[in-house]
């Protein structure tokens, strides 16, 4: 402890005690307080004991009902149905995507302002709305046929018996991926900068390894996380095809529950079925935002079970003090 008089405090009678440096090195730390912190803390695990208590207790969700529709027959093949429309749509979607990436980077004029008004149509319009418009196609386009542009037809087929339910639900959400898609991909190959095109050119390489070897590399980070984002949105929005009675996932448990009246058992086979898809495509999505982020995996978590701990802080907490106290 260091004495020292205070020239400053006139109406002083004596030494002013001050603490030295070793003082205040030792002092002990004193964290933050956060009381509005603990407030809500506590509330958010008040209404998080409350779901699960009315999860478990509330007899209502039936929950032995839905262990048997879980695995059945019907609501099966409406999954395979939800599987096969999300993986087709994304495929053919995301390369018309790409196309249409390519159209508005172009130097034409034309390619490029066709692009940019596809996209603009397309996301100004509700996926539903497109659903719709494309089921009743019969009424705009009775027959469609294939022949010389304003010259004669060579085939013709009636528009109603091509178009059906499935047919129309490939159409709508695969226009509308390709939309979405195309502004993804324009982003990531847009975040590349142009004097790594640049540099590449001073060194002779074509256009073609520029592009596979240069540009794309460093724009997958940039689109896989928003691809990824767009796999699971539209996997959960094959769901709004069973209003036209197409036999999805939704649509199998819908017709189940109105002949047994188990609405809300039902409704649960379709959610957690949905929950483990979506989950499933997580899992997947992070193991390619690794691969392609292996250059950058100094700020990227060294394993799966990282970012498990890193997303869910508490569980890592829990898992630190469990260790701690067995050491």
């Known amino acids: 402890m260091t004495a020292v008089i205070s020239p400053s405090s006139p109406g002083s009678v004596g030494p002013v005690s001050r603490p030295g440096d070793d003082d205040l090195l030792a002092a002990p730390v004193v964290g933050a307080r956060h009381p509005w912190q603990w407030v809500g803390t506590g509330v958010v695990l008040v209404l998080t004991a409350m779901f699960v208590h009315t999860l478990v207790t509330n007899d209502r969700f039936q929950w032995d009902v839905v262990g048997d529709y879980f695995a059945s027959s019907s609501v099966l093949n409406g999954l395979w149905l939800t599987l096969w429309l999300t993986a087709a749509t994304m495929v053919v979607g995301f390369v018309l995507g790409v196309l249409l990436a390519a159209m508005r980077l172009s130097s034409s004029p034309v390619l490029s302002s066709i692009s940019f008004g596809y996209v603009w149509l397309i996301r100004s319009v509700p996926p539903l709305v497109q659903l719709l418009f494309w089921f009743q196609l019969a009424s705009l386009f009775p027959q469609l046929s294939i022949g010389v542009p304003f010259g004669p037809s060579f085939v013709t087929f009636d528009t109603a018996t091509l178009i059906t339910g499935v047919v129309a ?151 630190s003090r469990t260790v701690g106290g067995r050491a």
């Open 169 to 319: 639900a490939f159409i709508a959400l695969t226009l509308d991926v390709a939309a979405f898609s195309a502004e993804i991909v324009r982003g990531g190959l847009l975040s590349v900068e142009e004097g790594q095109t640049e540099a590449a050119q001073s060194i002779g390489l074509n256009r073609g390894r520029i592009f596979w070897r240069i540009v794309l590399p460093q724009a997958m980070p940039a689109i896989v996380p928003s691809t990824g984002n767009l796999l699971i949105g539209l996997l959960k929005a094959t769901s709004i095809v069973s209003v036209i009675a197409v036999e999805d996932l939704l649509y199998s448990t819908q017709l189940i529950y109105q002949q047994n009246y188990l609405v809300i058992p039902l409704l649960l086979v379709a959610t957690v079925w949905y929950i483990i898809l979506t989950t499933i495509l997580s899992i997947g999505q992070y193991f390619v935002e690794r691969h392609y982020n292996r250059g950058r995996r100094r700020q990227q978590p060294s394993s799966f079970a990282q970012t498990f701990r890193d997303n869910l802080p508490l569980f890592g907490t829990l898992q």
